[in-house]
Structure formats: C-alpha cells, structure tokens
C-alpha cells in the first residue's frame, strides 16, 4: 500500500490530492524508477475510495509523465527527482511577437494568440469597467509591482490552479509576458539566453533586441547541457507552437542542467487551463522555487489587449527587478489592473476559462478530423490551436487557399529557426463555427489536390 492519506473534508479533490501525494513519493525518493504501483483497483481498496478517483490521478501522473502505464504488467514510475532539487515553487518571465506584412486586408486570423469570447460574459466585462470609471486612482505612481488587492487575488488563483504557494509580495504584475521578460533580462548576468526552437518568436526576438545571443534549445528533445547560457526560455506545460507537455523527466533534466550551468530556468505558463483530457499539468516553477522564473499572463484567458501578465522571481532578481522598476516608473496599466482584479472577484474569469475550455475541447477534434488524412499532429489536442506536420510546399499551398478565402493560418517555419520542421498552426479561438469550417474546408481542398 502506498504510504498516502486522504482528506475527506478537504475542499481539493480526491484525485488531486492522490495525484499530489504520489508525486510527492516520486520527488522525495520514496517512489524510484521503475517501482510498480498498486493497481488502481487495489489502491482504491486500500484508501476506501472509488475506483475513479485512483484511475483519475494515475492519469493525470501519466499525463505529466512520472508513471507509464505497461499494457498486461501494471503502472510504474518513470522518473525519479536528482538530488538538489528542491519541491518548492519558483518565479516568471516575458515574451513579445514579430508581425508579418499582409498584402490584403484578412477577415479572420486563425492564429495562437486570439482566444474565444463568450458574448453571454460581457455584462460581466462592461461592469468591471465601469467599476474602473468611478473608483480613485493612485495619486502619483503606483507600486511598481502593481496592485496590493491584484496580487493578493492573483496569489489565491495561482495557488488553486498552478499549485503555487506565493505570498502577494513575490508577484509582481507586467503588461504582459513580453514585458517581463523585458525586465528580467537586464538583471542576468552576461551570456546567451536558450529558446525553444521551435518557439515563440516575440521571446525570441526580445532576446536579440536587448543585445544577447540566442542559442536554439531542441523543443522536443531531452536538454541535459546549457553550455553558456544564462537562462532557458521554455512552455512546458503546452510548447509553443509544436503543443508537446514537457515530461517530468525532462523538466528535472533541464533543472539539473541549469543548475550546473548556474543558469535560471524561463517558464512562460500562458495558456495551461486549457487541458481538455486532464487536469492542468503543474507548474515547473513548482519544483525549484530558486531556480526557476514563472512568467504568467491573461492574454488567453481575457484578451491580449489588456496588456497583463505577472511575474514571479527568485529573491535574488525579484528585488534587481523591483529596484529597476522603481527607478524607471516602469509597471502596468492602473486601469487595466484595477478591472482584472474586478474580473477575478466576481468569478468572471473562472466562467470565461470554463467557457472557452468547452469550445476548444468541441472544436480541436473537428480540426483533427480535417487534418488527419494529410498532416501529421504534432502533439497532444489541447489549447486554442494545434500543429500539422506537412511538407512546406504543401503547407504553403494550403495557407494560400485559407488566405485566399479570407483566412490567415501561420506557417510552422516561421517559428523555426534551425530545426527544420515544417506544416501549419490552426488556431480556432478567434474565429466562429462558421468560419472555422469554411477555413478547413479552403486548407483541405488544396490539400486534397
């Protein structure tokens, strides 16, 4: 039997609680690789519970990549924790994007970045905003790391879904995650910054604009050497744009690597609440609150227009950054905070994520269905898009018919650098039913052809 205790009265789920219990085993050692676990049916014997909460959490650990389940042999743990790594949680970093000449006006981008809008929300949104209009904003410059009340309801929603234990003075609050990277990368040390590739192009880009190289780290491989460079800029909960969850083993191969390296780990966390088969994977910054930087943003769940994000540091740069930001009057949008922290009082985003998470779940399927007979997926169904492996001509040929029916889908080359990958990213957030099918229905027929 495994040496775990359920709380009943507890307002976190069973299956949660398992599932946190056993990864718990796995980072301290108790659980090695290659142990075997009870059955599912055992272990629900064992702690007086169901089956499905026992399955719920062996699925979730599967999901994350600690267990592998062996047809006909039993469930086992497929990573162990090295030493020096320590189980508490870490801090974030920013990102920006490069945009590309269009020769004509396009009526719907199906892109990564535009997310779903419940019209049926937005008596919910225009209240946040009046409630802007008459309350008192700061009479000089605000706290630079942004609002007391904002952080304060950022560090009980981070807690609930991303599994952070914070107090509201280690956030601070950016105009997104584009401009916490821009914050944070002054105060590293000189050398190269590593990013995925392929990746995301404005983080990519705001490395190179402040003067560093960058070193292109493989986005679906195992990385156990930094070589020289200062901090690794990664997605691991949904890599972007190739939609991989970066396994447990790899997540502590790439902290022990930074700590070799005396390097500082960049998770950028901007869309993990949209997980249709699982719960959402933890946040890395979970496993070394000293090494890694949590970069976190609204773009996805409210709009990218509001210009939010949040960052959480080791104490070490929280305080070069603070500093920083005091001295330049550098902090987010007051009017922007103040209806964020409006939107998160009233439950207005906890409806928004649920409400766009059953539209993707509906509508990634349809895409795949499409797709499947000519592209290759390239990672899990999850997300506002995901990515089809193809050959290039015929990734081009399929995004000029989209365009030519009024359709803009990117080209996956165009977040490559070296790795040589090619096919299409279909997002499905900005577009309606409608549009979405009139948008595959342009790709497949060229593909057909």
Do not use: C
């Not at 006006?105 to 929300?121: A, E, N, Q, V």
């Not at 930001?325 to 409006?342: F, K, M, Y």
């Not at 766009?356 to 592209?375: D, F, G, H, I, L």
């Amino acid at each position: 039997m495994l040496p775990v205790t359920l709380d009943r009265t507890s307002a976190e789920p069973l299956p949660a609680q398992l599932a946190g219990q056993v990864r718990t085993l796995v980072l301290a050692g108790t659980l090695g690789t290659g142990d075997r676990l009870p059955s599912s049916r055992a272990l629900a014997a064992d702690l007086g519970v169901s089956r499905a909460v026992t399955e719920q959490a062996y699925d979730q650990l599967t999901a994350e990549g600690w267990l592998e389940a062996r047809r006909g042999s039993g469930t086992y743990v497929t990573t162990t924790h090295p030493t020096g790594v320590t189980s508490r949680p870490t801090q974030p970093t920013p990102r920006r994007t490069r945009l590309t000449s269009r020769p004509t006006r396009l009526t719907s981008p199906l892109d990564t970045g535009t997310p779903f809008f419940d019209p049926r929300l937005e008596p919910g949104w225009r209240r946040a905003w009046r409630e802007v209009s008459v309350a008192a904003p700061p009479r000089g410059y605000d706290d630079p790391r942004g609002l007391l009340e904002l952080r304060e309801a950022l560090t009980s929603r981070l807690g609930r879904t991303r599994g952070l234990d914070l107090h509201p003075d280690e956030i601070i609050v950016t105009a997104g995650t584009t401009d916490g990277l821009r914050a944070l990368l002054p105060e590293l040390r000189r050398g190269p910054v590593a990013v995925e590739d392929p990746g995301y192009r404005a983080a990519a880009e705001t490395v190179l604009t402040y003067g560093r190289e960058v070193i292109d780290l493989p986005a679906v491989e195992r990385v156990t050497v930094l070589g020289p460079a200062v901090a690794a800029y990664v997605t691991p909960a949904h890599q972007h744009p190739l939609g991989r969850v970066m396994p447990a083993a790899d997540r502590l191969a790439l902290l022990e690597a930074a700590r070799r390296a005396d390097a500082v780990v960049i998770e950028d966390d901007y869309d993990s609440e949209f997980r249709y088969d699982v719960a959402p994977v933890p946040a890395m910054a979970r496993l070394d609150r000293g090494r890694v930087v949590y970069l976190g943003t609204a773009a996805k769940s409210v709009v990218p227009t509001l210009r939010l994000g949040w960052l959480v540091a080791p104490p070490d740069l929280h305080e070069l950054i603070l500093r920083r930001r005091t001295i330049t009057h550098a902090g987010a949008a007051w009017p922007s905070q103040r209806a964020l922290l409006t939107l998160l009082r009233d439950g207005w985003l906890d409806r928004a994520v649920r409400s766009a998470r059953r539209v993707y779940a509906e509508r990634a399927p349809r895409v795949a269905e499409a797709m499947s007979p000519y592209a290759t997926l390239a990672g899990p169904l999850a997300g506002m898009y995901s990515t089809w492996l193809l050959p290039e001509a015929d990734a081009r040929r399929a995004r000029d018919a989209a365009r030519a029916a009024g359709f803009e889908i990117n080209l996956l080359s165009t977040y490559v650098r070296t790795s040589g990958l090619t096919g299409l990213v279909i997002g499905f957030g900005g577009v309606t039913d409608t549009e979405l099918d009139e948008a595959l229905a342009a790709v497949t027929g060229a593909l057909a052809r």
